[in-house]
């Protein structure tokens, strides 16, 4: 069985930092791109980073560009989000997945019918101003 298992959630000030981390297993983790998604009350569920299977390249939503880091260390099978300079509109839950299919497609790929293979139960974030 895939298990996806976040951590690292909490509540900070704004520009504060988070650590979110995701610990994978029942999977042979490096053929799997990994993505963050995040998703607020009443909200949908949003994007946030994908990581190619080896690390190599990774894409970021608009929104999160140059204050979030997607990481993964593919010898403790572990996905990581570094956050930054958080603001209150980052307050949501944010979850782990992973696909088989390329990292460059997972941002547009529809939650609810095409989405990620795997998902995380995830973790809250809240970022008070």
């Known amino acids: 069985q895939v298990q996806l298992v976040e951590s690292g959630g909490g509540l900070v000030q704004a520009g504060g930092s988070l650590r979110l981390s995701c610990a994978a297993s029942?999977?042979?983790?490096?053929?799997?791109?990994m993505a963050w998604f995040r998703q607020a009350p009443g909200k949908e569920r949003d994007f946030v980073a994908a990581?190619?299977?080896?690390?190599?390249?990774?894409d970021y939503a608009d929104s999160v560009k140059g204050r979030f880091t997607i990481s993964r260390d593919n010898a403790k099978n572990t996905l990581s989000l570094q956050m930054n300079n958080l603001k209150p509109e980052d307050t949501a839950v944010y979850y782990c997945?992973?696909?088989?299919?390329?990292?460059?497609?997972?941002?547009?790929?529809?939650?609810?019918?095409?989405?990620?293979?795997?998902w995380g139960q995830g973790t809250q974030v809240t970022v008070s101003s």
């Open positions: 990581i190619s299977r080896l690390g190599g390249s990774t």
């Open positions: 997945a992973a696909d088989l299919r390329p990292f460059s497609s997972i941002e547009n790929m529809g939650v609810r019918t095409t989405g990620p293979g795997y």
């Open positions: 029942g999977l042979t983790f490096d053929n799997y791109a």
